[in-house]
């Protein structure tokens, strides 16, 4: 039987590391780039809102946010790290309350969505 040498062992101590690692939200997604990314999604400043309750579950984290005019959100943002990088999603957020299915329609009868808002179809 052949003697596995000290850099194999490092090598495969260092790859199953990495596996852990991978699709891993808590590592991948920092409270400042959800920070940062819900401030954009919502088109407030950072300073204008709170995020509590962070749950992590695999690849995907789940937060509450709070803004200073007592609106409240429920998000939830994707995240993992691979060889090429961190990679983190747009988070996306429904405000309690308010139902989450009900988009408005274009003038051609198609549901509104955040794409054709962005293209001012909408």
């Not at 596996?19 to 409270?31: P, Q």
């Amino acid at each position: 039987m052949k003697k596995i040498s000290t850099q194999h062992t490092k090598f495969i101590s260092l790859i199953a590391l990495f596996g852990l690692l991978i699709g891993c939200a808590s590592i991948a997604v920092t409270d400042d780039v959800i920070a940062k990314k819900t401030a954009f999604e919502l088109g407030l400043n950072a300073s204008d809102f709170t995020i509590s309750n962070r749950e992590n579950d695999g690849a995907m984290s789940t937060y509450i946010v709070k803004t200073k005019d007592q609106r409240t959100y429920n998000c939830s943002i994707g995240g993992s790290i691979s060889v090429l990088g961190r990679t983190v999603s747009s988070p996306i957020c429904n405000e309690v309350g308010k139902k989450s299915g009900a988009a408005p329609s274009t003038s051609s009868g198609a549901t509104c969505n955040a794409l054709l808002k962005a293209a001012g179809k909408c």
